[in-house]
């Protein structure tokens, strides 16, 4: 794997993370200027994740037809589309058509290339990965910010992304042959058999796997795009202030990755797990307690280097937990439940947000944090169990 495609691909997912953060830092204005009521992010947001769950799911036959290259380019060029579309919409029908397109290009990108890098490159660059992801998640709300502050306002903010999203197909489609060149033998192998997802399913410890991926990726999902609201309404925090502290989580995700990714020359994928889980479990302590924006940012901050490590060892420990040889095909299922915790909790936070608190974010999440950690412990004593042994990344 030449030190070109690896870097193409860390540009990926910064093109992944740009658009993640934008509909949370926009949302305590964007829904007055398209009149709808504020708990209808969570159906935005909904709908993103229905596009994701029906593309990771046809992510292996979508390789195999395309190559993970050109895969790769036309689900940004899909993203950016649906961003111009978000910039031109003025009624809340139209955010909802343009989230299809956004959320199937994005499903396809993040399965993918996590399989890819899963299978070839040593855990350190899974973390790394993840950290390009961040730089763009934190990457948006602070272009967010600048928007709305200007007379551009949240239109603007998603037509910069736009087109830092076309800059990124460009460079993409431009790495093509690079793609072409050290493209996976498997992908290209008619003989390769693909495991049906019932022998999947009956892996030791891949269902609570699934129902850990679910429960962080509900937490995270409705961290980041409640935190502005949480701010705005349950602290008295400015809009435009709220969209920047809001960014400190995804921040907190960004730099905890890097450093996480030096971590894995000490600790293994288990330990990092459980060391991430603390962290996020005092960042959630501090933002129940701490009123003030100071606390309030520090809360934030603490959550995201919580968060840092939890996705991407997961999905780093998937060959390591259920074989090479089942990693393509379960990542897509594993993304597919992902999702399924990012598109059903959001709405139902917004619920909770709406109609109870919205300062009940904290509290919510320590839940999702409580059930996720004894998914994921279990989980690993069923592999334990079924290798005989310790399971090492």
């Not at 740009?18 to 504020?38: E, K, Q």
């Not at 989230?99 to 399965?111: K, N, S």
């Not at 399913?201 to 949480?230: D, H, I, N, Q, R």
């Not at 920047?244 to 995700?253: E, N, Q």
């Amino acid at each position: 794997m030449t030190t070109a495609l690896l870097g193409i691909i860390y540009l990926a997912f910064v093109s992944l993370g740009l658009p993640d953060g934008l509909l949370g830092a926009a949302w305590p204005t964007m829904h007055v200027s398209i009149g709808a009521n504020v708990s209808l992010a969570g159906v935005i947001s909904m709908i993103i994740c229905l596009g994701t769950i029906v593309s990771s799911l046809l992510t292996v036959q979508l390789v195999r037809r395309l190559g993970t290259g050109k895969l790769t380019a036309l689900s940004v060029a899909l993203t950016a589309v649906a961003l111009f579309g978000f910039s031109a919409s003025a009624e809340f029908w139209q955010i909802a058509l343009w989230a299809i397109p956004y959320g199937l290009g994005a499903g396809a990108v993040d399965a993918s290339l996590n399989a890819y890098v899963a299978t070839h490159y040593a855990a350190r660059h899974m973390n790394w990965l993840h950290c390009c992801w961040g730089l763009g998640a934190a990457g948006g709300p602070i272009i967010m910010s600048w928007q709305m502050g200007s007379s551009a306002g949240w239109p603007g903010g998603y037509r910069i992304v736009g087109a830092l999203q076309v800059a990124l197909v460009v460079a993409i489609t431009l790495s093509i042959p690079l793609w072409r060149d050290q493209n996976d033998a498997a992908d290209q192998d008619g003989k390769h058999t693909v495991p049906t997802r019932r022998k999947l399913l009956a892996l030791p410890g891949v269902k609570l796997a699934m129902a850990g991926f679910l429960c962080y990726c509900a937490l995270e999902s409705a961290c980041g795009l409640w935190a502005s609201t949480f701010l705005v309404l349950g602290h008295g925090v400015s809009a435009q202030a709220a969209a920047l502290l809001a960014s400190l989580f995804y921040a907190g995700i960004t730099v905890g990755r890097f450093l996480s990714g030096v971590l894995t020359l000490r600790l293994d994928g288990k330990q990092l797990l459980r060391l991430g889980e603390t962290i996020m479990g005092i960042g959630l302590v501090v933002l129940m307690v701490s009123p003030g924006e100071a606390s309030l940012g520090l809360g934030l901050v603490l959550l995201g280097l919580g968060c840092a490590p939890i996705y991407p060892q997961m999905i780093q420990l998937t060959p390591v937990r259920f074989g090479s040889q089942n990693a393509q095909s379960l990542m897509g299922l594993q993304m597919a439940c992902a999702y399924v915790g990012s598109m059903a909790f959001p709405p139902l936070m917004g619920i909770i947000v709406e109609k109870v608190s919205p300062i009940l974010l904290p509290v919510v999440a320590a839940g999702l944090l409580a059930l996720m950690t004894v998914c994921l412990t279990r989980c690993d004593r069923r592999v334990e169990a079924a290798n005989g042994g310790a399971v090492h990344q």
